[in-house]
């Protein structure tokens, strides 16, 4: 759609629906499992022995499966208009929002690669729908190129100034436990509850459990005779999204029949910390906090571009 003063707002709705496609299964149920002591033993009692598996005869293994699926959905929406003043610029916003019940086939930092039910005791794959591991619910991506000469200001002669702004919503993400609690020798179990939890919305941790908290309330019981599984589903949590402004100021000057480009550069301008996802796992002694950056902090670096 045409605007006025040279300017156009172009919007669409973009739907994709995805069957068939791979993932990783363990149909003979997984490699681990929690353990209880009884009186009546002295030595550790598994929760899942060996004839708890469909084939007792053989142990975990691995298949690819073509049984997943996924939707996409988003509104795009992207306004650009001609140089005013010497000033272009252009921005896209999407809304969207991507479902499935398998994203990767190997495992992430944000989720597993497998059910949290891989013998389909209990929910099975459709226990897993939700949103994608790679969802982004909302980005806004601008841009600008600035003839600062326009201005009309002597001093700014040959000067331009550029600039990309982004900004996205955080990753989902799961958070696990370290026990077994259906009882299917895979330790993607899931959490039962989310009380007992604290959000921080700074710094390096993102989640963290309140004083005096136990674990143990937050997970499923595990029973091999009534295997249960979490009543929250996968990609519960979000991390945090990026705010980024990168920066760029250049100076061109003609020397002899030649175009000389002096540029100073600036990324992350503003040296925001952008924490990636935390440790997961809720017995680890890092549960919760970052452990790594989704974007370095600020760099700032000179160019020259001689041109003939």
């Known amino acids: 759609t045409l605007l006025p003063g040279r300017s156009r707002l172009r919007v669409l709705w973009v739907g994709t629906f995805g ?4 993932r990783l299964a363990l149909p003979n149920g997984g490699p681990y499992t929690s353990s209880r002591y009884l009186e009546s033993r002295a030595d550790p009692e598994p929760l899942f022995d060996q004839a708890d598996r469909p084939d007792p005869d053989l142990g975990a293994w691995e298949e690819f499966r073509s049984d ?5 959905n988003a509104l795009e929406t992207e306004f650009e208009t001609a140089a005013v003043a010497g000033l272009l610029f252009r921005a896209s916003y999407t809304w969207s929002h991507s479902i499935d019940d398998a994203t990767d086939i190997f495992s992430t930092s944000g989720g597993s690669s497998v059910a949290q039910d891989e013998l389909g005791r209990v929910g099975g794959l459709g226990a897993e729908r939700s ?11 601008a841009h600008f190129v600035w003839d600062l000469e326009r201005l009309g200001y002597r001093p700014l002669v040959g000067f331009a100034l550029s600039g990309v702004v982004e900004l996205a919503s955080g990753q ?3 958070i696990v436990t370290s026990i077994d609690s259906n ?3 895979v330790l993607t179990d899931r959490l039962k509850t989310t009380a007992g939890l604290v959000f921080h919305d700074s710094g390096s941790e993102l989640v963290s459990l309140l004083p005096g908290t136990d674990p143990q309330t937050l997970i499923v019981r595990a029973r091999n005779d009534r295997p249960k599984t979490s009543a929250l589903g996968r990609n519960a949590f979000r991390g945090r999204g990026i705010a980024n402004v990168d920066l760029a100021l250049s100076r061109t000057f003609e020397v002899r029949g030649a175009r000389l480009e002096l540029r100073l550069e600036a990324f992350n301008v503003f040296n925001r910390p952008h924490y990636g996802l935390p440790v997961r796992v809720l017995e ?3 549960f919760g906090s970052s452990t790594e950056t989704s974007l370095p902090a600020r760099i700032v670096q000179v160019g020259l571009r001689i041109g003939f």
Not at 19 to 22: E, K, V
Not at 68 to 72: F, V
Not at 131 to 141: C, G, K, M, N, Y
């Open 183 to 185: 009882v299917d020798g």
């Open 19 to 22: 069957r068939s496609l791979a």
């Open 131 to 141: 949103s994608s591991s790679i969802d982004v619910r909302h980005r806004l991506a």
């Open 172 to 174: 989902p993400y799961t």
């Open 68 to 72: 997943a699926s996924s939707c996409y």
């Open 284 to 286: 680890s002694p890092g």
